[in-house]
């Protein structure tokens, strides 16, 4: 008899797959806090899969695969855990030609921006081997750019939004952190603007569509995420 040739993939790589897509569902797999049955259905549902049993034998190998992480990948995860998520919407991109003189300019704006609001307010320059980057409030731009040659300036971007993971001292010598947390969105297929990780914060940015999503992904790295999804 004639076997009829496998099209698609096995229950054991969709269900791999749909977890490494699914970050909350493996955080709560870790925890050991699935339903087993459950997670059967939703993949068969999801993927076109049609074994059950055959699901539930790869979810259960995927979960005690995590149970035997290599060990700085648990500091990673303790790490994140412990670290708290803020949101800022509303948040603008200016890109501009490498060029010192506004470099300073834009040093002493900040400075005078940040102490009038107490320290409060998103403001990052960002200096790249040819390009300099400001990350700000959209409400700072008419202040930011009379200060910028219109020849330099390479373009504004609006409607962002900016999540941030803010650590402890220890995030510096941990190695994986980003790689951690950005492997998430990836899985997502979400795209990342930009990453800045200065000392111990880390800061993602997204457009706004994509804002709603990246926190969902992100806000299941940490167990009580502060702040809120942007508003639209």
């Known amino acids: 008899m004639r076997r009829t040739p496998r099209t698609g993939p096995s229950a054991a790589d969709a269900t791999r797959q749909y977890i490494d897509e699914h970050p909350s569902v493996r955080e709560a797999l870790r925890d050991d806090l699935v339903n087993y049955t459950a997670l059967a259905r939703r ?14 034998v790869a979810v259960r190998r995927y979960q005690r695969g995590l149970a035997t992480e290599d060990p700085s990948l648990q500091r990673v995860r303790a790490l994140v855990r412990e670290s708290r998520l803020e949101v800022h919407a509303r948040v603008a991109i200016v890109r501009l030609h490498d060029d010192w003189d506004v470099v300073d300019a834009l040093l002493a704006l900040g400075r005078r921006l940040l102490d009038e609001a107490g320290g409060r307010r998103l403001f990052e320059i960002i200096i790249g081997g040819r390009a300099i980057t400001v990350l700000c409030e959209e409400s700072l731009l008419a202040e930011i750019r009379p200060a910028i040659p219109a020849k330099l300036l390479m373009g504004t971007e609006r409607g962002l939004a900016v999540l941030a993971f803010r650590s402890r001292p220890e995030v510096a010598e941990i190695p994986g952190v980003l790689t951690y947390m950005a492997e998430a969105l990836f899985r997502s ?13 880390s800061l993602f940015v997204f457009r706004d569509k994509d804002a709603i999503r990246a926190y969902q992904v992100l806000s299941t790295l940490v167990p009580s995420p502060a702040g809120a999804p942007p508003a639209h």
């Open 189 to 201: 297929g979400i795209n990342c603007l930009e990453t800045v990780s200065v000392h111990t914060d």
């Open 43 to 56: 993949v068969e549902a999801e993927t076109g899969v049609t074994s059950e049993e055959a699901v539930t």
